[in-house]
């Protein structure tokens, strides 16, 4: 394989790695999301957590194109 496939292949992985700990944070925000919620007054806490986790979401989109456009130079 030529440098740039081992360039785009070390992007695709690091676009993986990144991809799979933003899902752990969704879940770990979402996860928290439950425990805020037995609180009182965490109406303001719990619309920041799911403010992030809809960020984080769109983070995985951002990411899912990148990975796109690196399979597509294959």
């Known amino acids: 394989t030529s440098g740039k496939d ?6 695709r992985e690091k676009l993986l790695q990144k991809y799979r700990k933003t899902e752990q944070e969704i879940d770990t925000l979402e996860n928290n999301i439950g425990f805020f919620a037995k609180s009182k007054n965490a109406d303001t806490l719990v619309a920041e957590v799911r403010k992030k986790i809809e ?7 951002r990411i899912e194109e990148k990975i796109k456009i690196i399979d597509n130079q294959f």
Not at 55 to 61: A, D, F, V, Y
């Open 6 to 11: 081992r360039a785009l292949r070390s992007e």
């Open 55 to 61: 960020q984080q979401k769109e983070e995985l989109l």
